[in-house]
């Protein structure tokens, strides 16, 4: 059985596997660049607010420190695969979530407590934060640094890992 695997091994066209996998990370790329042709640089919009339970969300008050703007959908299958990474670094970084095109307060209130969620989330029902900022798809991750500007912009599935990793290249640099 070994030798068959080895034999197959031998038989592949690595130039053939190669040029497949260059495809597909260009088009993986060139989604992600289309998902992202909207989303604004630089200097970070101002965000204020009031969050699910009431309280005043400034992005001016976290100057100094890094944030992350994290834009999802409580009808989303990817942010759900998300929101347990996203709700783990808020324990530990500053974070603002929103919840874009969802039903409204309730159901948002309801899917928080359904999925065990505390972080912080703004409802934004119609989009509008989500059109200040340029998202076109969620789940949308934006790492702030402690001056105010755009450092990193995430569509799609992100890794808590990846996440982290960034919030602290921003906090040591």
């Known amino acids: 059985m070994f030798k068959t695997f080895l034999a197959r091994l ?3 066209n690595w130039k053939s596997i190669l040029i497949q996998l260059l495809i597909v990370i260009l088009v993986i790329g060139g989604v992600r660049m289309w998902q992202q042709r909207d989303a604004v ?3 970070a919009p101002m965000i204020v607010d009031q969050s699910l339970k009431g309280t005043a969300i400034d992005l001016d008050d976290y100057r100094g420190k890094p944030v992350l703007v994290h834009f999802w959908a409580t009808w ?7 929101n347990d990474s996203i709700d783990a670094i808020a324990n530990d970084h ?22 065990q969620l505390s972080m912080p989330v703004i409802v934004d029902p119609d989009g509008a934060w989500a059109s200040l900022y340029g998202v076109r798809a969620v789940p949308a991750s934006y790492l702030i640094d402690g001056q ?23 906090e040591n640099s």
């Open 41 to 43: 640089s630089g200097t």
């Open 10 to 12: 031998r038989r592949l």
């Open 148 to 170: 105010g500007e755009i450092r990193f912009i995430e569509t799609g599935y992100t890794t808590e890992a990846g996440l982290r990793l960034r919030l602290w290249w921003l």
């Open 76 to 82: 989303c299958p990817v942010c759900r695969l998300e």
């Open 94 to 115: 500053a974070v603002i979530s929103i919840a874009s095109w969802s039903e409204g307060a309730e159901d948002v209130a309801r899917f928080m407590a359904e999925n």
